[in-house]
C-alpha cells in the first residue's frame, strides 16, 4: 500500500480522505505516494480551527511569535537533508538546487524574526494641543495561501512565516503534485511551539480552493502560480470581498548586448535557462541577441557548453537538472519544440526525448536551444516552463526592449553588457517587475519583496519582504487626548485644525 500524505488541521495530521491523487516520482515515472484531496468539510474544519486560535495568538506578543520562528528555523536547519529529499523525490529537482530553495525559504524566515521591529508602527506626539496620534497594523484573521509544484518548499515560506508573526492564522492548500515536504516542514513549526491551529495545512484541489475563497471567514489570498488560475483566483477573491495577491507566470528574457562579456553570458545562461529543468518562474526563457555577430558567438558557445549539461535523477548531486514534474508536462513542453521548429525557428540543440540510463521511465527533457525565433510563434509567446532557451535576434537595443515590453508577461528580466549607461536606461525604462544587471535571476532577498508586472502579478502589493506586513496586516489610526480636570473647552463646531 502507498503512503498517503494526509492534511494538518488543529495540530493533528489528518489522513481521512474521500479522494486521493497519486503522487509520483517525477525520475522514474512511478507513483509513490498518494495525496489526500480535502473536500468542502474538511477545509472548513480547517477554517475553523484557524479561526478558534485567532484570538490568542492576535494577542501574543509579537516577540513571543518571532521566538518560535527562531525555533522553526534551527529545525529547518537541521532536517534539510530529509525535506531536500522529499523534494527532489516528488519534485525531482537535483538536491543542491533544493538545498538553494529551502536557503531561500530560511530567509524568509529569518526576516519574520524582526517582527517586534516590522510592527512597531509609527506614532506622533503633539498633533494637537495635548494630543497625540499613531499608527498600528492590526492583523486581519484567518488567510490562506495557495502554492505551485516548482518551489514547494520555498514559496509556501514566502508567505506563512510572514502572515504569522503578523498575528495572522493561516489555511495552506499546497500543490498537490509534490505535497510531502510542505506537510513535513508545517509540523517543524509545530515542534518549534506554534500553538495548535495557527497553522493548517489542507491538500486538495480546485474544490479545496473554491472552499477558501468563498468562505467569508478567509479575510485575504495570497496566490502563486500560473496566469490563467492567477486571474481566476484574483478575481473570485475580489467578488467575495478579499484581499487578494496572485502572482502568476512568465516569459524572461535576456538581452545579450554585443559588448557582454560572452563567456560570462553564456555561463548564467546555463544555469538560468536549464537550472531546475526551467521550471522556474524566474527562468531565463529567451535570449534577445542584439546584432547577428552576438547572436552567432552565442550560438556557437552556448552549443558547446550544452554538451556538458547532464540531465538526471535529483539525488547523484553531479546532475546539472532533473526530470519535469509529469508526464504530461514533458510531452508539452516536446510540443512547443516541435510547433517551433514548424513555424520556422531553426533548433540547435534537440532536448526531446533524451536516454536517461536507469530512468527510462522518468519525465525527461534535455536541454534545448531553438534559434531564430520570432514574437508570432507559440513557442514565444506563451510560458513553456521546461528547459528551453530561444533565441530572437534583434538589431538594436530599443528593439530588443520593445520586443520585452509588449510580451504580456513582465517578472523578470536581465541584461549582459559591459555599458553602465545602457544598463542604467534599461533597468530605469524596462517595464518588469524584477530586473538584472548581469545577474540572471535577480529574484529579491528575503527583505526586499518579489513581484512581476503586467499578468504576471494581480494585486497591489508584491510577495514577503515589507510589502508582506502591509498585505497580512490592516492599519488603524489613533489620536488620542486626556484632557486634565482643569483645561474644560467648550463644544467647538469647526473642523480640527
Ligand atoms: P498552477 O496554476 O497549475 O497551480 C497552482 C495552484 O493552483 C496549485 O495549488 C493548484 O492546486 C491550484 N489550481 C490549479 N488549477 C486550479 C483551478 N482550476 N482552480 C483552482 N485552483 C487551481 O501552477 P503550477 O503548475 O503548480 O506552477 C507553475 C506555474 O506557477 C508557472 O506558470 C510559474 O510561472 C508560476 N509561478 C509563478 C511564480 C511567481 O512568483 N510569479 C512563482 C512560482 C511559480
Known amino acids: 500500500m502507498t503512503a498517503l500524505v494526509g492534511h494538518l488541521i488543529n495540530g493533528e495530521v489528518r489522513s481521512d480522505a474521500a479522494r486521493t491523487q497519486d503522487v509520483f516520482n517525477p525520475a522514474t515515472g512511478a507513483a509513490t505516494r498518494q495525496v489526500a484531496l480535502a473536500g468542502k468539510d474538511t477545509v472548513e474544519e480547517a477554517i475553523a480551527a484557524a479561526e478558534a486560535a485567532f484570538p490568542a495568538w492576535r494577542n501574543t506578543p509579537p516577540l513571543k511569535r518571532a521566538r518560535i520562528m527562531f525555533r522553526f528555523k534551527e529545525l529547518l536547519e537541521q532536517h534539510s537533508e530529509e525535506i531536500c529529499r522529499m523534494i527532489g523525490e516528488e519534485h525531482g529537482k537535483i538536491s543542491h538546487d533544493a538545498a538553494g530553495e529551502l536557503q531561500r525559504g530560511i530567509e524568509n524566515v529569518e526576516y519574520a524574526c524582526g517582527a517586534p521591529q516590522l510592527l512597531k508602527g509609527e506614532h506622533s506626539k503633539n498633533v494637537g494641543p495635548d494630543i497625540d496620534s499613531w499608527s498600528e497594523f492590526q492583523p486581519l484573521g484567518v488567510v490562506a495561501g495557495i502554492t505551485p509544484f516548482n518551489f514547494p518548499a520555498m514559496v509556501p515560506l514566502w508567505m506563512y512565516p510572514m502572515a504569522l508573526v503578523c498575528g495572522n492564522c493561516f489555511v495552506l492548500k499546497p500543490s498537490e503534485r509534490d505535497p510531502s515536504s510542505v506537510l513535513f516542514i508545517a509540523q517543524l513549526l509545530q515542534e518549534a511551539g506554534l500553538p495548535d491551529g495557527v497553522l493548517n495545512v489542507v491538500n486538495g484541489d480546485k474544490e479545496a480552493v473554491d472552499t477558501l475563497l468563498t468562505d467569508e471567514r478567509i479575510k485575504a489570498v495570497s496566490f502563486v502560480g500560473s496566469t490563467p488560475i492567477a486571474e481566476y483566483i484574483y478575481s473570485t477573491a475580489n467578488a467575495h470581498g478579499k484581499r487578494c495577491q496572485a502572482l502568476g507566470g512568465a516569459k524572461n528574457h535576456a538581452i545579450i548586448m554585443p559588448d557582454a562579456d560572452m563567456d560570462n553570458a553564456v555561463n548564467q545562461l546555463l544555469g538560468a535557462a536549464f537550472g531546475s529543468s526551467g521550471e522556474r518562474c524566474m527562468a531565463l526563457s529567451v535570449a534577445v541577441a542584439v546584432g547577428d555577430q552576438a547572436a552567432d558567438a552565442l550560438i556557437e558557445k552556448m552549443q558547446t557548453a550544452m554538451q556538458g549539461l547532464k540531465v538526471g535523477a535529483y539525488s547523484d548531486s553531479s546532475n546539472d537538472f532533473g526530470p519535469v514534474i509529469t508526464g504530461a508536462h514533458r510531452d508539452k513542453v516536446n510540443g512547443y519544440i516541435t510547433s517551433a521548429v514548424e513555424q520556422g525557428a531553426t533548433l540547435v540543440v534537440d532536448g526531446r526525448n533524451p536516454e536517461v540510463a536507469g530512468h527510462e521511465d522518468g519525465f525527461f527533457v534535455g536541454g534545448t ?129
Open 369 to 497: 536551444l531553438i534559434d531564430r525565433v520570432t514574437p508570432e510563434m507559440t513557442s514565444y509567446q506563451e510560458e513553456i516552463f521546461g528547459p528551453v532557451l530561444q533565441v530572437v535576434r534583434v538589431n538594436s537595443m530599443q528593439e530588443a526592449m520593445a520586443l520585452i515590453d509588449d510580451h504580456e508577461y513582465g517578472n523578470g528580466t536581465c541584461i549582459f553588457t559591459r555599458d553602465g549607461e545602457a544598463a542604467r536606461y534599461f533597468s530605469d525604462n524596462i517595464q518588469v517587475g524584477m530586473v538584472g544587471i548581469n545577474v540572471p535571476l535577480p529574484v529579491p532577498v528575503a527583505y526586499h519583496s518579489f513581484g512581476g508586472w503586467k499578468r504576471s502579478l494581480f494585486g497591489d502589493l508584491h510577495a514577503y519582504g515589507p510589502d508582506a506586513v502591509r498585505f497580512y496586516t490592516k492599519r488603524k489610526t489613533i489620536t488620542q487626548r486626556w484632557p486634565s480636570a482643569g483645561v474644560r473647552e467648550g463644544a467647538s463646531f469647526a473642523f480640527p485644525s
